[in-house]
């Protein structure tokens, strides 16, 4: 769904004379905010920011799963307190 209302807000952009950037194109496919930049490009469809960063979450929680030891506790919180720095710089 996110797709195809991507494709029409793109088409809406372009029948108004307005070319969306490469970036935010990228951005609306891929749902990778990280590897955006310094600058986040919003998607084409602007609600898709919430999608890039649940996306990221339910990785990391994946990763978390499959750390089935008794450092899962501690792990978390690493990747809760490291992660915000991850776009820094």
Same mark, same amino acid.
């Given at each position: #769904?996110?797709?195809?209302? %991507? =494709?029409i #807000?793109?088409?809406? /952009?372009?029948?108004a004379g307005i *070319?969306? #950037?490469p970036r935010e194109i990228l951005n609306s496919l891929i749902f990778v905010p990280l590897l955006d930049g310094?600058?986040?490009?919003w998607p084409i469809h602007y609600l898709g920011w919430t999608l890039a960063f649940e996306w990221l979450?339910? =990785? *990391?929680v994946a990763l978390l799963i499959l750390n089935? %030891?008794?450092w899962r506790t501690r792990s978390l919180m690493?990747? /809760?307190l490291v992660?915000?720095?991850g776009s820094l710089g």
């Open positions: #769904m996110f797709y195809l209302y %991507s =494709l #807000m793109a088409i809406e /952009l372009l029948v *070319v969306p #950037m310094p600058v986040y490009h979450f339910y =990785l *990391v089935d %030891s008794r690493l990747v /809760l992660l915000p720095f």
